[in-house]
């Protein structure tokens, strides 16, 4: 079992950055593919970005492409989400999530193929 634990959000102005990081539990880390995910007030959870268990891969929504960054540390089994050029529709919770499978050879992009979860990280972003 993968235990998540996002920090780093906050309160930031419009064209500002963020970094968001999660940590995890467990030597198991390496194995499975990490996502972000981020849930607006009144809104359904919404993929931001993913990263392949051996981080060769990103994939990220068309909303945040260019802007955010996903990456991996294997070593300190930590997860991060730079995000820049932030804009008010940015404004959400935000959650890690760990894959259903190990060494998955296609990289989720959705939530029901995560089993793992966070307890998300409030990121505003005013204007």
């Known amino acids: 079992q993968v235990q998540l634990v996002e920090s780093g959000g906050g309160l930031v102005q419009a064209g500002g950055s963020l970094r968001l990081a999660c940590a995890a539990s467990g030597r198991t880390f390496t194995k499975y593919a990490m996502g972000w995910f981020r849930q607006g007030p009144g809104k359904e959870r919404e993929f931001v970005a993913a990263i392949s268990w051996s981080g060769g891969s990103t994939y990220y929504a068309e909303s945040v492409k260019g802007r955010f960054t996903i990456s991996r540390d294997s070593a300190k089994y930590t997860v991060y989400l730079q995000m820049n050029s932030l804009k008010p529709e940015d404004t959400a919770v935000y959650y890690c999530?760990?894959?259903?499978?190990?060494?998955?050879?296609?990289?989720?992009?959705?939530?029901?193929?995560?089993?793992?979860w966070g307890q998300g990280t409030q990121v505003t972003v005013s204007s």
């Open positions: 999530a760990a894959d259903r499978a190990v060494y998955a050879p296609v990289v989720p992009t959705t939530v029901k193929d995560y089993e793992y």
